[in-house]
């Protein structure tokens, strides 16, 4: 398996956690431990892209569920693109090795 494939499945993992336990706003926001998460880069990365907010008592987390989408639709954005870009560069391979 790919880092990046490692990568996108923690990221998914992490947000099913987050929303099985209910931890969905400030109010239901819960301590990692009691959601088996570990605070690595993975996490800490969704911190810093506002999916995952620190709660109102210390060290615990809720899952900003619009940030979470948006995450989301970035992401299927970015293979979409990549997906196009690399059919391009295989039609435009085609007719130049037809010459």
Same mark, same amino acid.
């Given at each position: 398996?790919?880092?990046?494939?490692? +990568?996108?499945?923690?990221?998914?993992?992490?947000?099913?956690?987050?929303?099985?336990?209910?931890?969905? *706003?400030?109010? =239901?926001?819960?301590?990692?431990?009691?959601?088996?998460?570990?605070?690595?880069?993975?996490?800490?990365?969704? +911190?810093?892209?506002? +999916?995952?907010?620190? *709660?109102?008592?210390?060290? =615990?987390?809720?899952?900003?569920? *619009?940030?979470?989408?948006?995450?989301? *639709?970035?992401?299927?954005?970015?293979?979409?693109?990549?997906?196009?870009?690399?059919?391009?560069?295989?039609? +435009?391979?085609?007719?130049?090795?037809?010459?």
């Amino acid at each position: 398996m790919s880092s990046e494939a490692y +990568v996108i499945i923690k990221q998914n993992e992490y947000m099913r956690k987050f929303r099985n336990a209910g931890a969905a *706003g400030a109010k =239901t926001a819960q301590p990692l431990a009691e959601l088996r998460v570990k605070p690595d880069r993975i996490f800490r990365k969704l +911190v810093d892209k506002g +999916v995952f907010r620190p *709660g109102p008592v210390p060290e =615990t987390f809720y899952m900003d569920a *619009g940030a979470a989408e948006d995450f989301i *639709g970035a992401r299927r954005r970015r293979a979409y693109y990549m997906l196009l870009l690399i059919v391009i560069v295989a039609a +435009v391979m085609f007719f130049l090795s037809r010459r």
